[in-house]
DNA sequence: TGAATATATGAACAAACGATCATATATAAG
DNA sequence: CTTATATATGATCGTTTGTTCATATATTCA
């Protein structure tokens, strides 16, 4: 049994995650740091979603900055963030072979 | 990068986690197969919201059920589901004391 | 069969969420 | 100094979500 307070953190955690346009923001951070306008060229949305977005997965310690000129390059905050993606990448694909178990 | 169809079911997983009362059942789950009301009672719930999140589990594969005379118990549907419980736990313990990397 | 118990489910409602729009801030370029 | 560019942010709005309430279904027991 988890903690309470861990639990809290916990669900907080995957429902960072558990919504598609930050995965897919995320997604892209693995592959390079991106500046702002370039993540919404890739993602073919509106710059303030994904500033609102990005300042979202910012306070949740999902990805951190940095500010070169004009434009604020984001990166993943650190390695686990990559792991737990692709560790839920690998349970549904095992999911979708193996329906029961 | 992940395909956008895994991506779409990938958020759809996370989400699933990303909600404190499910969390709670799965977490309950993990030590033991327990019927509705004992859930309910476990976690100060009424019987209706847990059965509501339990159809939910229920319908994104994460819990099975076996049906016992009036009651029906639910367990996790397989052993990924607590890994990926676990990792994320691990996670946010070691984020936690390791602020920045 | 009728009452009691366990669970499921539909409708309703408030709260949380995500995108948009308008605008503010900050830096660079002319 | 003014304009252009990159990003951030507050307000708004429609949608989704989670709980509640009322009720339906199913099973056991008297």
Redesign the pocket.
């Known amino acids: 049994m988890i903690e309470e307070e861990n639990l809290e953190m916990l669900s907080d955690f995957y ?1 960072t995650m ?5 995965l897919r923001i995320l997604d892209l951070l693995r592959r390079e740091r991106m ?6 060229m890739e993602l073919n ?12 997965l ?1 306070q949740m310690d999902f990805v951190r ?1 940095e ?8 990166e993943l905050a650190d390695d686990h963030i990559e792991k737990m993606i692709l560790l839920g990448y690998e349970h549904i694909k095992e999911a979708h072979n193996d329906p029961k178990n």
């Open positions: 429902r558990g919504d598609l346009t930050r500046c702002v306008y370039k993540i919404a949305m509106t710059q303030s979603a994904i500033s609102h977005q990005l300042q979202y910012r900055t500010k070169i000129g004009k434009q604020v390059f984001y």
